[in-house]
Each structure stands twice: as C-alpha cells, then as structure tokens.
C-alpha cells in the first residue's frame, strides 16, 4: 500500500510540475510577442498588474476642440499709453435656412400688406380722352374703385373696355403705387349716320360702327331699309355682304363696313350736291336722292363707279331733251342696260 500511495503521489506531483511550466513557458511566449504599452491612456488599473496582466486593447483620446478666443478691443485713453479692453461684437452667421425662412416671412407681410392695407386701396382713377362716354359709363365696367390695386389687371380691363366700347380707338392703361390708375383712350369721330328707321348706326371715316351716344352734329345720313352692309370677313358664315335686319344692334358695334361701299360713299360725298342724301337699298343697292324728285342707285357692284357716274349724266341729258321725269328710281346698276320707273 504504501509502494502505490509514493507512486500515485509523484506521479501528480509530476502531473502539477508540467502544467506549471506550459503555464509559465505560454506567459512568457505572450510577453515576448505583445509589446509593452505605456499605462497613459489605456484601461489598466492596479488590479491589472499587481496580478501580472496587462491590458490588450486601448481607447483613444478624446480630441478637445480648440478654445475660441474671443477677439478684444484696446481703446486708447489719451496720450498716456492707457488702454482699455473692451469686448469685440460677436458676428452672427445665419444659415440658409433660417434666411430662407426670414425671407418667407417678410414675403408674407408684404402680400398681406398689398391685399388688405387701405394704402392701396383704389378710391378713384384718372381718364383722359372721353368725349361721349363718362367717367361713370367707365367706372360701370371696371367697377374699380373700392378694391386693391393688386388685383387689378390692366390687359383684362382693356379687354373689357373695348368689348363695352367700341367707339375708343385706342386704350392706354398706367398703373402706379400706392393705388394710382390712369387712362388715356381716343375714341372715334362719327362722320356718317346710317338711318334704318326703327335703328340708327354711326360710322366713323374707317367704316366702324359705332352705338350712337350723345350730340353728334354735321353727320352725313344714309337711309336705308337694311343694316349696314358688312365685309365678308367679319361674317364668314353669311353667303354675301348683307345682314338681315332681325340681327341686334349691338352686335354690329365695332364691326366694319363693306370697304369698297365705304369708298363709295366717300366718292359720292365729294361729287354730289349737299342737298343730295344718300341711299342704299337692299334690291338696289347704293345710291343718292336727286335733287330733280327721284333716287338714283348705282348698285351693290361697285367697281365701275366712274363709268356709272359718266352714263348717269348722259342719262340726264337725254330725259331733259325728252322732257322724261322718272316719278321714283333711275337704276345704273348695269351700264349696258339702265332703267328707270
């Protein structure tokens, strides 16, 4: 017994001898391969080394931003060399948003400003031009005064006016701040009265028909069973220059009349007698009241005006050798082959 218990008993005492040396011999192998690192800024402790560790990972050092040194400002006191410190003002360096953001707000009061302030608010307007209409008979249209100048469009007031009135040739709008407006229109002369009996037009020099509005004196009268007899531009639809009289006046206002009955018409002025007042018919066409009791027409054919007038005179010649006196109408619509009742 006691031959096994000194066997058994070196043998672990030998078992202990070894895994103390490969204990020892693994501890220097990790000292000699890992570096010695300074203590300053690593997590060691002196737990770590008074039991032979030391530490295998290290934690860098936070970076301390530098110090901002506020700038001074010396004022010297005199001639003495004294000075005095004094604080410098620190500058402010917005961002683009908080600018963005300014901006946004002082945009904002300014539109409130121009939509509700009394500043601009329109009270009344200048026009300068008018003969027949009024301030009022403008003021009808706009209706103007009362609301902010902002709101008020000069291209859809000029629409407007020339819609209303087409008498105004031309239309100038100037709009000024606070809440100024200005208008400078033209409107047309009236040189012709076209007398349809139950409707008058007024024609200026260029043909356009105009709504007869106040006193007009010297015009010079058509009579006429028929509307003023238009272009065929303005009325593509219609198969010829003619309107029917059912049509409303007011939509012939600011329409054009037939060019070549206008020059006509402004031929005859120059040619007849002052006592002659023209005519126009709607079988017939153009034409004029003979002094001698009966109307001449030259026709809704317009282009051998001159010829017309030449036959005509030879017309006249012949009925005063003859002692002829037509009791209504002589027509020279056809040059080959006038007539007369």
Request: proline share 7%; hydrophobic share 40%.
């Amino acid at each position: 017994m006691s031959v096994n218990s000194t066997s058994t008993l070196n043998r672990a005492e030998q078992l202990r001898q070894r895994r103390a040396q490969k204990t020892a011999s693994r501890a220097s192998a990790a000292r000699k391969s890992a570096p010695l690192k300074s203590p300053v800024g690593t997590k060691t402790g002196p737990s770590f080394f008074s039991r032979g560790y030391q530490a295998s990972t290290s934690v860098p050092l936070r970076k301390i931003p530098p110090m901002r040194v506020r700038r001074q400002y010396y004022y010297p006191l005199g001639s003495s060399g004294a000075e005095i410190r004094l604080p410098a003002i620190p500058l402010v360096k917005p961002g683009t948003r908080l600018i963005s953001a300014i901006l946004l707000v002082l945009c904002a009061m300014v539109l409130y400003t121009l939509a509700f302030s009394d500043q601009f608010e329109v009270q009344s307007f200048q026009v300068t031009g008018l003969q027949r209409l009024s301030y009022a008979d403008v003021e009808a249209v706009l209706r103007l005064e009362g609301s902010q100048i902002i709101e008020f469009d000069p291209g859809h007031a000029r629409e407007a006016l020339r819609a209303a009135f087409p008498e105004l040739a031309s239309i100038d709008i100037q709009v000024g701040i606070p809440a100024e407006v200005t208008l400078q229109v033209t409107e047309r002369q009236p040189v012709f009265m076209w007398d349809k009996g139950d409707q008058v037009y007024w024609l200026d020099a260029e043909g356009v028909i105009l709504p007869p509005r106040g006193d007009a004196e010297g015009l010079i009268r058509i009579e006429s069973n028929i509307t003023p007899p238009l272009t065929f531009i303005d009325l593509p639809a219609k198969s010829g220059a003619e309107n029917s009289s059912s049509d409303s006046p007011t939509a012939l206002w600011g329409q054009q009349v037939d060019a070549l009955l206008l020059k006509a018409i402004n031929d005859l002025v120059f040619r007849l007698s002052p006592e002659s007042n023209l005519v126009y018919n709607s079988i017939y066409g153009l034409g004029w009241q003979d002094p001698r009791g009966w109307e001449v027409y030259i026709g809704k054919n317009l282009e051998n005006f001159e010829q017309k007038l030449t036959v005509y005179e030879s017309i006249v010649e012949y009925f005063e050798k003859m002692g002829i006196h037509p009791q209504e109408l002589v027509s020279i619509e056809f040059i080959n082959a006038p007539f007369y009742k």
